[in-house]
């Protein structure tokens, strides 16, 4: 017969357990266990004392069910499903808020921490079953901005273009939001104004670049010009050096596209002699790019 505050030998404890294991309880004997547990210290909700609280810490210290353990695999599936729809109340979720505080979102960290940070999360971004994993797990969808972009993609190159934007492609790290699957290897980006702002598009078409894919870039206000944008895609689509000149501003003294392009406002200039009136001529040099050029006919 057991007595009351009798300490078990850890040997003994063993026994019992052993003696318990894979015992299964008939409903009856749950609910009478259940009514005389009532009122005791070990029912859900009961507050022990910060001295029985202690002792509780110090006792399970060390085991299995302390902070830090390593559960197996079966066990966390397990602890999963329990949590898996489960909703905290405000009570509890203003506790955890507490706790938190002054850990993660507006904690400033030290610069070697930021840095070492940001190396481990491009490697992450460069394992094909991290960038997998990912993919699964978000179940993303085209945002207003990038279905508009599709939407214009369908209208002038139907079934020739895929949103990639859901992580399902990455290149370097770096996940472009559309991908031509029609055979040639184009890019489209869409540059938030918010997100990506201070950035240098270049950097990122160099790096796609380098993989031998061609990029193009939209800013999310171009979107209030739906028709310029169109106009980009279709010379993207079938003037790729042209469109660096207008889209990418390569065009600077110096460059082999500068010298490309003042020689494109040569020879249109000798054409509009020939066959244009003096003395304004509207031309489009590259496509897209519209400029006036006067011209002042042979012998004026």
């Known amino acids: 017969m057991f007595k009351k505050g009798q300490v ?28 005389a547990h009532m009122g005791n210290k070990n029912t859900l909700g009961y507050k022990f004392s910060l001295e029985s609280r202690k002792k509780l810490s110090d006792l399970l210290r060390g085991q299995q069910r302390a902070l830090g353990a390593k559960h197996s695999t079966e066990a966390n599936i397990k602890k999963s499903i329990r949590q898996t729809g489960k909703k905290h109340t405000e009570e509890s979720i203003a506790k955890m808020r507490a706790v938190k505080k002054g850990v993660g979102l507006g904690r400033k960290l030290p610069y070697e921490t930021r840095k070492k940070m940001s190396k481990a999360g491009k490697e992450h971004w460069r394992n094909p079953d991290y960038v997998e994993k990912i993919h699964k ?24 273009w895929r949103f990639t934007g859901d992580f399902s492609f990455v290149i370097a790290g770096k996940n472009p939001y559309f991908a031509n699957i029609n055979g040639q290897k184009k890019l489209i980006e869409l ?54 000149l207008i889209n990418n501003e390569l065009a600077s003294p110096g460059t082999e ?30 496509t897209g790019y519209q400029q006036t050029v006067m011209v002042a006919p042979t012998g004026q």
Do not use: C
């Open 137 to 160: 797990g978000m179940k993303l969808h085209p945002n207003k901005p990038e279905a508009m972009i599709l939407n214009i993609l369908k209208e002038i190159a139907p079934n020739e």
């Open 191 to 244: 540059f938030g104004d918010y997100w990506h702002r201070g950035e240098n598009p270049q950097n990122r078409i160099n790096i796609f670049k380098e993989f031998g894919w061609d990029t193009l870039v939209i800013w999310e206000h171009e979107l209030k010009e739906p028709e310029t944008v169109k106009r980009k895609m279709q010379s993207f689509m079938g003037r790729d050096a042209e469109l660096a």
């Open 8 to 35: 078990f030998t850890k040997e003994h404890r063993e026994k019992l357990r052993l003696a318990k294991l894979g015992r299964k309880l008939s409903p009856e004997t749950k609910h009478k266990m259940s009514i």
């Open 257 to 286: 596209e500068y010298a490309e392009y003042q020689a494109l406002r040569v020879k249109a200039k000798d054409i509009a002699r020939e066959v244009l009136p003096w003395p304004y001529i509207s031309l489009f040099i590259p």
